[in-house]
Structures are given as structure tokens and as C-alpha cells.
DNA sequence: ACCACAGTATGGTCAGACCATACCGAACCA
DNA sequence: TGGTTCGGTATGGTCTGACCATACTGTGGT
């Protein structure tokens, strides 16, 4: 003990106080998606710190897909609230494989848990399946792996936003996203799509069929298919 | 058409130029968490860009949970890599729960779907239990409700943990810390907490025999005891 | 062997300038 | 009246250079 009064450890960066004042507004005001956020300029004067501080704040609320930011004037212009998670969660998965500090195996599992769940959802949700049936016309066209793992990615994908639950659609897309070249080898690899191809065919049928146990079971032994390695 | 050549839509900022280059770095390097990045200044110099731009791209990998910066001198100072997604994850989610781009019942939903699979999981892998324990005894102990429901987060992490998938388990803590106060507010609506630890009980015994399905179900009746309102 | 202190590299912050962009509006022409 | 042109201006993007607080490093004295 000093006894000197002491201030506790933690010291406040100015542009984290630039974030939780942004936030406060955010919430009080009841700011949503489309809503415009002041100019840089504005806000340095309006909080009182300097304009590269809630440069910084800017930067990390663009990382976290909350704004987006564009030059000129008008309406359109300057820091506009958004709703874009997928990006910010796919630059979060693809910079964390990089640094090792994510497997591939672990996301490929929590690629199955969200796959299994979705189809059940969607199953029992009864949702629309042309954008199912459009993807899977995609990869039949298909004439490399690139492409078919395009259409495979649309496909997969669709079925996580047919479940209705936006959160659990970002995180399969970046988990897509962040994984795209590993799939395309393991297309490479497998040579022969046809097994796939069925295996889709029979998702979407157990899908509008409303089979929610089929669409999982299908599901599941569809990645069992397409990374045979990863499986006993 | 202009016939003019012509200049691709897409403007590069700079300090998207130094983020990719960073991140070359670390693919090209096999940089991992611990690694040390070279200071501000002088990466601006190798760059060719300000400090500024530098510091941009600091702080998005910083909110990306991929580098600390530390100040002073040392080892230890500077930009260190790490291995945080987590509060990267929880910031997402805060923020666009406030945005009201995401609701609860989505995020509910995603811990459902969770929970399941880690317990499932974590009795396949004959896991270490006995951080479950402490927190089971932690809540037994708990004397308000911000106390049970620390505890109780600590517990169904625990079981994220001890499934053995580091992205699952990073996800699972951004959710429950991001519906902190609503996990609060259900525990004071319910009053009682006796059939809480009951579940609490049976799930850990479920995974200490390592009974999958048993681990499975008796999550998903927790979570139905938990929050009543939200199932039918 | 220990300690006090100056040196120094680090990130954190600020002020001020300039640029490119894109809208706005007035002046200008048809 | 109607359209067009062109300067004004608000916006983010970038750079420079300065100063501060922090925390290690090394030196010199005891």
C-alpha cells in the first residue's frame, strides 16, 4: 500500500472513450442500420479529442461491420451505421488460421454443428428453396472446382438463412469464406463431384419434404463425403 | 463506355495496404501468438506510409483480437501477436445487439444449438470435470444473481472448453458474455434456481459417464427450465 | 552487490495541413 | 423554360511533426 490515493491500473486509450460515448448515442438515440453517425470533424470537436482519436474508434467500428464509411457529400456520405457482420467474422477466422491459433479441423466441426442445425430449421420451417435449387443448378453448370465450391458455398449458405437465424447465417458464411481454398482442394482431391451432387439433391428433398431428422442425417454424412480424411 | 481504360472501382486504403502486408507477414513468417511485430514508426518507414496509416491498421487487428499493444520498452512492449478472439466476438455481438441487427431469441437460439453439441462432445472426450465442479460449487454458494449466473457462464464454458474446440468454445464465452445482463434478468424472473442446479447436476453426470445423448437432452431441458418463455 | 538516475524506445495524442471525392447551387447558355 | 457547366464546400484519407507517459536499459556511484 502507498496510500497515496492511486489510481487503479487500467488507463482508458482516448478512442475506447470515443467507442462507448458512439455506443451510448447508438443505444440512447436508438440508432439503427442506415442512420448517419456525425462527421469525424463534428464528433472530435463535439467529445473534445483530436480527429486522428475518433479516426481510430471509426477504424474498429468498421472492423466490427457496425459502420460503414464514404467520402463526398451528401446524404450518403460520412460514417453510416450498418449491419454486416459476416465480413468482420470472416477477417476474424481467416487472420486466427493464419496465426495457428485455429485448426481447420475446428472449424470443419463447427461447420458440421451449424450445418446439422440449419437443415433441421429449415426443414421445420418451411422456408423457401429456390435459392437452394438455383445454387444446385450452379454446380451441375460448374466446369472447375472454384466454381462448383462457389455454388456449393451458395448452397450451404441458403440453408443457413432459410433457418431464420441471422446470427448463425453470418458465422456458416465466414466460416465458408474463411475456408473457401481448403474446399477447393478438397474438391480437387475427390476429383469426382457426383457423390456430392446426390448428397445435395437429397438435402433439399428432406428440406421441403420438412424431414428435419433426414435433412440432419443428410447433412452429416454429406461432409462425411467431402472431407473423408477428417473422419473415421 | 468510355473506351478510356478505365480504373477499376475499387480504391485501396492505405492502411488496408499495410493490414495485408502484416498479414503477409505472418503467413510468409509463420508468425504465431507471442511474436513480436516491428514498432510504428518503423513499419511506417518499411511501408512507405505514415504513422498514422500504421496505427489504423493496429487498431483492427487489435480489435480483430490478433495483436496487444503494450507501451514502454522492452520485450514485452510493442505490438505483440495474440490469440484473443473472444472479446472480438463479444464486442460484435454487443454491438449489434444494440444495433438491433440481431435479436435475442437468435442469439438463444445459436447457445442452444451450442450447448448441445459441446456436451455432447465433451462426453465423447472423457474430459477434465473438475472445472465443472468448482463451478457448480461456486454457484451453490452464490448469494445474488449477477453471482449465480457468473458462475453458471463459467460452467457451460467449461463444457465449450472441454470439448476441445477452441472456435466453438470462443463463441459460446462471446454469447453468454453478451447476454450477461438478460441471463441476470431471467434468473431474478425465476426466482428459484433448485432446478437449475438439478440440470446443472445431471448434465455433469451425463458427461462424467460420457453419455452423449444423455449430455444432449439434459442440456436442452436446462436451457427450456432457463428460459421458458422462449419454448414452447 | 546494490541502488539511483539519466537515456531511450515504445505507444498515445494532438494540431494542422493538404488531397480526392462527390454533392450542391448558382451562373450561364440554349 | 430548360439544361449544362463550373466553382464552392463538406466529407473522409493521408501525411508531417511535435509532445507526452510509460517502462525498460545501462551507467555510474556507493
Same mark, same amino acid.
Given at each position: ?16 472513450? @470515443? ?8 443505444? +440512447? ?6 442512420? !448517419? ?21 471509426? !477504424? ?10 464514404? @467520402?463526398? =457529400? ?5 460514417? @453510416? ?21 485455429? +485448426? ?46 462457389? &455454388? ?27 475456408? =473457401? !481454398?481448403?474446399? @477447393? ?14 448428397? &445435395? ?6 428440406? +421441403? ?7 440432419? =442425417?443428410?447433412?452429416?454424412? &454429406?461432409?462425411? &463425403? ?7
Amino acid at each position: 500500500m502507498d496510500g497515496t490515493g492511486w489510481r487503479p491500473v487500467k488507463r482508458t486509450r482516448t478512442f475506447e472513450d @470515443v467507442l462507448a460515448q458512439i455506443e451510448r448515442r447508438i443505444a +440512447e438515440d436508438g440508432l439503427t442500420a442506415g442512420d !448517419r453517425l456525425p462527421a469525424e470533424r463534428q464528433l472530435a470537436e463535439q467529445l473534445g479529442v483530436s480527429r486522428s482519436s475518433v479516426r481510430e474508434a471509426m !477504424r474498429v467500428l468498421e472492423t466490427l461491420g457496425v459502420v460503414s464509411s464514404q @467520402v463526398g =457529400r451528401g446524404p450518403d456520405a460520412g460514417a @453510416v451505421l450498418t449491419s454486416r457482420p459476416d465480413s468482420a467474422l470472416t477477417d476474424l477466422l481467416r487472420l486466427h488460421l493464419g496465426l495457428a491459433s485455429l +485448426e481447420m479441423r475446428e472449424v470443419i466441426d463447427a461447420r458440421h454443428m451449424i450445418e446439422q442445425w440449419a437443415a433441421a430449421h429449415a426443414a421445420g420451417a418451411g422456408a423457401d428453396t429456390s435459392a437452394l435449387a438455383a445454387a444446385l443448378a450452379g454446380m451441375d453448370a460448374a466446369e472447375s472446382a472454384e466454381e462448383f465450391v462457389e &455454388h456449393d458455398t451458395a448452397f450451404h449458405c441458403a440453408i443457413a438463412d432459410a433457418s431464420g437465424n441471422r446470427l448463425i447465417a453470418a458465422i456458416m458464411r465466414s466460416l465458408r469464406d474463411s475456408m =473457401r !481454398r481448403y474446399s @477447393v482442394e478438397a474438391v480437387q482431391r475427390l476429383g469426382d463431384t457426383s457423390i456430392l451432387r446426390a448428397d &445435395h439433391v437429397r438435402i433439399l428433398a428432406a428440406i +421441403e419434404d420438412g424431414d428435419a431428422e433426414e435433412a440432419t =442425417r443428410a447433412v452429416s454424412e &454429406h461432409l462425411a &463425403h467431402a472431407y473423408p480424411t477428417l473422419f473415421r
